[in-house]
């Protein structure tokens, strides 16, 4: 009976939500979120919009309504930003969208998701301005960091933003954007232990038509770094990066050397040959005439 009743405990203080957001419906302007003190439990809700995120359908959740809303937009903006549309890659957007999914939708969103206090922070795209956010932890594990990056590296928006050149910068950069995009300005904390949010992803090479059901375009070498062990190799100015320097500097002198020896060779040769016909032509030039000469006078 102690040990049912701890169980129930146990599995409904896991369950709960940490955070919550109000829009207007529509035209969607929302409020910064807001903590949950105490934490509530995750409910069931009827959306008005289609599911943002496809992989909760029909579970018991902690977004609303208006944070379906919302992220139906952001989504759009994620596609936008890493999607094929801008030479991008679809997976990596179909991958975000999934992670942001756990942080706003996951049944056990207070197990990893920290709300913290509202603030004014500098808005990061017009650092003049102030915009009224709430701060929040994201814990993550580093596997989960990882894969992430792995399929969103080598998006045209990624490989721009030296912030994003790692995987702890490149979701950084995301949490910090969410300043502008979601009132939330989230830092990710990286931990291995039981409450970290752990995740595996589609790698972007995958042969998949759908990713957490979103729709998908296949990513090619040019935008994932997975699909270029293939021959159909598509050069590009950025496929520069990954030589080997030194051994390009060393090919160079060797093939600068073997020139020169070439030539000098060549030119010695003609010297020598030139030399050989100058000393062999007094023979050849006079020797006959004068005997001629000397024959006929
Ligand atoms: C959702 O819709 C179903 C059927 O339309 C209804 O029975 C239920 O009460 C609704 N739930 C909420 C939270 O509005
Ligand atoms: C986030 O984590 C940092 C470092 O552990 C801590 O100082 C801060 O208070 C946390 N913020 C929230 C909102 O929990
Ligand atoms: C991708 O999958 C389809 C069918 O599932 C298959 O016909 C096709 O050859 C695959 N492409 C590659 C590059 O593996």
């Known amino acids: ?13 896991l369950a709960l939500c940490s ?17 949950l003190n105490p934490h509530i439990p995750p409910f069931k809700e009827n959306f008005t919009a289609p599911y943002a995120c496809p992989t909760f359908l029909g579970q018991d959740v ?7 809303s919302a992220m139906n937009y952001k989504f759009f903006l994620l596609d936008e930003t890493f999607g094929h549309s801008v030479g991008g890659c679809d997976i990596c957007a179909a991958n975000m969208k999934y992670m942001w999914c756990q942080f706003t939708c996951n049944p056990n969103q207070a197990q990893f998701v920290q709300a913290g206090i509202n603030e004014f922070v500098p808005n990061p795209v017009d650092p003049q301005q102030k915009i009224w956010t709430m701060l929040s932890n994201f814990t993550v594990t580093n596997s989960l960091a990882c894969e992430i990056y792995q399929s969103c590296q080598k998006c045209p928006y990624v490989t721009q933003v030296s912030a994003m050149q790692s995987p702890e910068g490149f ?4 949490g910090y954007e969410g300043i502008s995009i979601g009132l939330v300005w989230t830092t990710f904390q990286f931990s291995d232990g039981p409450e970290a949010l752990d995740l595996t992803f589609f790698p972007c090479n995958s042969n998949v038509t759908s990713v957490w059901g979103y729709p998908i375009q296949p990513c090619t070498c040019n935008t994932c770094l997975n699909s270029c062990a293939a021959s159909y190799y598509v050069s590009s100015p950025t496929t520069l990066e990954g030589l080997d320097w030194p051994v390009v500097g060393i090919a160079y002198l060797v093939i600068l050397g073997v020139s020169m020896i070439i030539f000098f060779s060549k030119f010695a040769w003609k ?6 016909m100058r000393d062999i032509q007094p023979y050849v030039a006079h020797d006959p005439a004068d005997s001629i000469s000397s024959l006929t006078s």
């Open 271 to 276: 010297k020598h040959l030139e030399k050989k």
């Open 19 to 35: 955070f919550t957001q109000h829009c207007s419906q529509p035209p969607y302007i929302c409020e910064a979120p807001v903590a």
């Open 1 to 13: 009976m102690e040990i049912i009743l701890l169980s129930f405990l146990i599995t409904n203080v």
């Open 62 to 68: 902690c977004c609303n309504d208006d944070q379906n």
């Open 171 to 174: 979701l950084q950069f995301q």
